[in-house]
């Protein structure tokens, strides 16, 4: 019992001193702090969940030996950490890849300082191109026609046109309801959409691994937020079993969204130059911005 106790008291004064304490420290915590909150986020939204709550078990397991003095386990642990972080980052290399991606696509700045007059205010596509992909969507969904239009921001999406059949044609609702017209050559696949013309056509979109989406979604709409968890690009999918227009944009998606919603969503990609130029000190959420976490 004297043992333990002392081993326990080494391990206190080893790791349980209060060090001493300033401004800069005080940063540090903040900034260590956000970083395990994003991580920890990110853990539970993937299949490291499990795993994490298997390390946590051993974490405990190492300090039972190490109060108890268990040499023979602290050997074992101290060979295997090194070979286990590798293993680990091996295992799990898509889920580290997927974090890197989401937070490259994060604009920390941009959600405290914006300079309106920096920003680059050119429209990505016209007031006609929201319209017909408005009419296209919903005359599609009126004769439950399946379809999926991805409609490209800032990430290119090339690596998806080369995967379908090139077109380099002007939008209009009659030929993407042609396009996913049912036993045509081109309705299978996505749509995608730069700018003011239809790039590509009968396209490959990865499909997204959440396990928090419906089991009643198809691979339509999987695949809509799997391209929208990987770029920052916009989804229009419309249901075939149910007629219902959704989108999926940043790994969300809505469903049964009517027009103005969609409206709504096509004009904020748009990036149109309204208000001119200003600044602003902080950027929150507009009055009238839904969440579209659904």
Request: glycine letters at 6%; one cysteine or more; aromatic letters at 8%.
């Amino acid at each position: 019992m004297q043992q333990i106790l002392q081993n326990l008291a080494a391990f206190m004064d080893k790791y349980m001193t209060v060090p001493k304490f300033s401004a800069t420290d005080a940063v540090e915590i903040i900034i260590i702090a956000f970083l395990v909150y994003e991580v920890m986020v990110w853990i539970k939204s993937t299949r490291a969940w499990m795993l994490f709550k298997g390390i946590i078990i051993l974490l405990a397991f190492v300090l039972i030996a190490t109060i108890f003095n268990l040499t023979t386990i602290l050997w074992i642990a101290d060979k295997t950490f090194n070979v286990g972080i590798i293993a680990l980052i091996i295992v799990f290399q898509p889920e580290f890849r997927k974090a890197l991606e989401q937070l490259g696509r994060k604009r920390f700045l941009n959600q405290i300082f914006t300079f309106d007059d920096a920003k680059n205010n050119t429209e990505k596509f016209s007031n006609r191109t929201i319209n017909e992909l408005i009419k296209a969507s919903y005359e599609l969904a009126k004769h439950k026609t399946g379809a999926l239009i991805v409609i490209e921001n800032e990430i290119k999406l090339a690596e998806y046109e080369r995967t379908g059949i090139a077109i380099d044609a002007e939008i209009s609702n009659q030929l993407l309801i042609n396009i996913f017209e049912h036993n045509t050559p081109l309705h299978d696949g996505a749509v995608i959409v730069k700018g003011d013309r239809i790039v590509s056509a009968t396209c490959y979109l990865p499909l997204s691994d959440n396990m928090e989406l419906s089991k009643e979604l198809g691979t339509r709409h999987r695949a809509g937020v799997g391209v929208s968890e990987v770029t920052d690009s916009l989804t229009i999918i419309v249901s075939e079993e149910t007629g219902k227009v959704s989108i999926a944009k940043f790994g969300n998606l809505t469903t049964n969204i009517d027009g103005e919603t969609l409206r709504h969503e096509l004009e904020k990609l748009q990036n149109k130059n309204i208000d001119g130029k200003k600044f602003k000190i902080w950027k929150g959420r507009k009055h009238n911005e839904k969440d579209i976490n659904k």
